[in-house]
C-alpha cells in the first residue's frame, strides 16, 4: 500500500512506470493542498480509486492513473473539486474500472480532456457531448 502522510508541501507527483504494485491509502492525498500534477500511470496499483485523489485545492489539477488496476467506482461522491474547475485533465484509461460517468463533470468549466477506456457499464452518457469546454473524450 503507497502511503504519503508527510508530503504537505508537494506540488508534483510522478511515479509512473515504477512497477508499484497494491493500493493506495483512501486518506493518502488528503494533506497535501498544493499538489496539482498526480501521475501514477503505468503501474500496478489495485483496488478502489482513493477518494483522497481529489482532495487538493490547486487549480488546473492533472489527474492520470491510465495502465493500473484500480477496480470499482470512482469515487465522485468525494469529487467537490470537479464542480468547482480544480481539474483539467483526467485520463484513467486501461483499469478495470465498472461505473457510469457521473453527471458531476458537466459542470466542469475548465476541464478538457477526461479519457477512460474501461468496462463502464452504461453507454456514454448524452450530457458528455454538451459540455464545451472538453476538448477530449
Known sequence: TLGCQK???????NIE??????GID?????????LHTIILSNNR???????SLWAST??????VIHN?????????NDVVSISNDNISWFTAINNRLS?????????SKSMTSVVIGN????????WVGDVESFLYV
Open 7 to 13: 508530503w504537505a508541501s508537494l506540488l508534483f507527483l
Open 17 to 22: 512506470g515504477n512497477q508499484i504494485t497494491g
Open 26 to 34: 483512501d486518506s493518502c492525498f488528503r494533506n497535501m493542498p498544493l
Open 45 to 51: 496499483l489495485s483496488g478502489p480509486v482513493p477518494s
Open 58 to 63: 490547486a487549480k488546473d489539477k492533472m489527474v
Open 68 to 76: 493500473n488496476m484500480f477496480s470499482g467506482h470512482l469515487p465522485y
Open 99 to 107: 461505473c457510469q460517468l457521473n453527471s458531476n463533470l458537466a459542470y
Open 119 to 126: 468496462a463502464f457499464s452504461d453507454p456514454l452518457p448524452t
